[in-house]
């Protein structure tokens, strides 16, 4: 049987990092609704992130992404957010959305363009140093459009060039999360499209790199609990950008599109060990329709959903089921959790912790989001559908 207060207890410790560019405005390529109230600095978004902390209690930190969330003095940007209750999180670095990047960043076939990616992401170390982050996360919108534009091996050679560079300049407790999607904003080839070539790239450069797994940058279909599974074998798995999606890189709300999905993940992650620090659980969603502050508690919260329900599985009667090739009864064990209303269980965990048992009712009660609508007037662009 399962231990209720181990479970109880994993989920207090449990920290989901929630991104910066949440809190903006966003939008598609066709419209950005605006909100009222959004944040226009920096600063008001670590606001709103700490409300997200205040009321669920387990999102402790923000993602930063440069230069979205450009200031003069990332110190004090980190003192700033203590002060308010959080803390900086990982540096997300953007090689996206420069003129000069229209045929890559690091992977681009003039030396003179990869020079200035790189520098950008060592800007990005400089930036860790003085906040104290201790991740690097490193997507590359790099690619081509047509059969025979570049040549994908030279592509991936300089690929893995310019990451040693990075790799080399990281401080001891530093680490850089290579993510990769699959397709967008390039069509014909990516250049770290799979968790393949991230692992590939990773394995080489050594234990400080690592592979970030962002939910909604897959196939249709794709097996991501296996990923998960083989990646935490090889001691490789970094972290999640957590986000769900129908079609494609849609980041809406995690486990709003698939929680039977997301249950399985959190699964694999309860079984691999990866229930550490070292395995980031962050949130990478735009909110383009629905109010941030809100969607974003919501999101923790379907976090905690799933994670109760994989603490929750009955290892032992599983394994059992596993060995009597109980084909049906060790698919009924999986299931009985995840069937499992953990709704009551997360709001004892919550009381315990000192916290409201309804989060989403607490910030409403709370006035926050009338007194930011008051107060903020001309909110900013998260830096998406710009
Ligand atoms: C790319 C991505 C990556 C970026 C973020 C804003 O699609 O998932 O993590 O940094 O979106
Ligand atoms: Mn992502
Ligand atoms: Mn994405």
Redesign the pocket.
């Known amino acids: 049987m399962t231990e209720l207060a181990a479970v109880k207890s994993a989920l207090k410790t449990q920290a989901v990092e929630t991104p910066s ?1 949440a809190y903006g405005n966003s939008g598609t390529r066709f419209k950005v609704f605006a909100q009222q109230g959004v944040p226009r600095t920096p600063q008001e978004k670590l606001e709103d992130a700490a409300k997200v902390h205040e009321f669920t209690g387990v999102a402790p930190t923000v993602a930063l ?1 440069i230069p979205w969330d450009k200031v003069d003095d990332y110190a004090a940007l980190g003192r700033f957010a203590e002060e308010h209750g959080v803390r900086l999180g990982a540096i ?1 670095s ?1 090689t996206f959305q420069d003129d000069d990047y229209k045929l890559g960043s690091v992977c681009h076939p003039d030396a003179a363009v990869r020079r200035k990616a790189v520098g950008h992401l060592l800007e990005c170390v400089d930036i860790m140093d003085a906040t104290g982050s201790t991740d690097l ?1 490193l ?1 590359f919108a790099d690619g081509t459009n047509y059969p025979g534009q570049d040549d994908v091996r030279d592509r991936q050679d300089r690929l893995a060039e310019a990451l040693a560079e990075v790799y080399e300049r990281l401080g001891e407790n530093q680490r850089m999360l290579l ?1 990769y ?1 699959f397709f967008e904003p390039a069509f014909y080839t990516t250049d770290v499209p799979d968790w393949g070539t991230a692992y590939a790239h990773c394995l080489k450069l050594g234990p400080k790199a690592q592979v970030v797994v ?1 939910t909604g ?1 897959h196939a249709p279909g794709t097996n991501i609990e296996f990923i998960v599974a083989t990646l935490l074998r090889e001691g490789k798995l970094g972290g999640f ?1 957590f986000n769900s999606r129908f079609y494609a ?1 849609d980041d809406l709300m995690v486990g709003a599109a698939d929680p039977f999905q997301l249950f399985r993940i959190m699964y694999e992650v309860v079984r691999g060990g990866g229930f550490t620090p070292d395995v980031a659980f962050m949130l ?1 969603q735009c909110h383009n329709l629905e109010a941030k502050i809100p969607a974003i508690i919501r999101s923790v919260m379907n976090v905690q959903e799933a994670t109760a329900k994989a603490l929750l599985v009955d290892q032992e009667a599983l394994a059992a089921a596993q060995r009597g090739g109980d084909v049906l009864g060790a698919n009924a064990v999986l299931m009985d959790a995840f069937n499992t209303d953990v709704r009551p269980l997360l709001r004892e965990v919550r009381e315990e912790m000192g916290l409201d048992p309804d989060p989403l009712g607490a910030y409403s009660r709370s006035g926050w989001g009338e007194k930011i609508v008051a107060e903020r007037i001309g909110g900013q662009q998260a830096g ?1 559908g710009a």
């Open positions: 560019w992404h997300n953007n996360k997507w993510e999607k962002d940058h950008d890189d990478d998406w």
